[in-house]
């Protein structure tokens, strides 16, 4: 599984915002980006995933560096339903998701 | 919007006993997961299942877990003798195939978790 790193934790200020990094200095040319959460009590939960091009959705947009070796999570006005930790994972065929540490994101209100 | 369900929500059980913990995947999903995740610590991927059969396991899934999908909607972990250490959050995940049919690209949907207590 392809490694990724991010920052232990971020805290943003509500209806700001928030770039989530992640660095993936070894991604290989098949390997997707994909971004989970995690709420508090909950299961983790999809949240954008890309390869090359940046992607919106409704939750989120996914900046991916020409090089591919990062990409942001951005969000854009966080809400304090935004707390939560957010996991940067890389998934290139294999079946199952390996989580890391994450991100836990602080929303102050 | 369908939803993966787990029940119990929380299982306290006695060393040395079997447990039974229950998902319903998504009803046209095909890939079926068992994550797990020890207080304050990552979530752990268990053992994933296709087409009746187990298709990948990690090191924690051994001869203590099984997994089975007795009929078309649950899909279950069975602890056979269990172990303080088996205390933690149990979450099950399913997935279709998505429209590029690769794992790569598809969404996995996880349930709301079983807390298993071991006493």
């Known amino acids: 599984d392809a490694k990724t790193t991010q920052p232990n934790s971020m805290e943003s200020n509500e209806e700001e915002p928030v770039h989530l990094p992640c660095n993936h200095s070894?991604?290989?040319?098949?390997?997707?980006i994909h971004w989970y959460r995690q709420l508090p009590s909950q299961g983790p939960e999809y949240v954008i995933h890309?390869?090359?091009s940046n992607v919106n959705n409704r939750m989120a947009s996914l900046a991916i560096a020409e090089d591919r070796k990062s990409s942001t999570l951005i969000l854009h006005r966080a809400t304090l339903r935004d707390a939560a930790v957010y996991y940067c994972i890389l998934m290139s065929g294999a079946n199952n998701l390996f989580f890391g540490t994450g991100t836990r994101l602080t929303v102050i209100p | 919007e369908p939803e993966v369900t787990q029940t119990p929500s929380h299982q306290v059980t006695q060393m040395g006993q079997e447990v039974i913990l229950r998902c319903v995947p998504i009803?046209?999903?095909?890939?079926f997961y068992w994550y797990r995740q020890i207080l304050g610590q990552k979530v752990e991927f268990l053992v994933s299942?296709?087409?009746?059969?187990?298709?990948?396991k990690s090191e924690i899934f051994d001869d203590q877990f099984s997994v089975e999908r007795p009929d078309g909607s649950n899909f279950t972990l069975k602890i056979r003798s269990t172990k303080l250490e088996d205390s933690a959050m149990y979450f099950c995940?399913?997935?279709?195939?998505?429209?590029?049919?690769?794992?790569?690209?598809?969404?996995?949907?996880f349930g709301p978790g079983t807390r298993l207590t071991v006493l």
């Open positions: 890309g390869l090359t």
């Open positions: 070894t991604i290989s040319g098949t390997d997707y």
């Open positions: 995940a399913s997935r279709s195939t998505g429209t590029g049919g690769s794992s790569s690209t598809d969404t996995q949907y």
């Open positions: 299942f296709y087409n009746n059969e187990i298709s990948e």
């Open positions: 009803s046209n999903h095909l890939y």
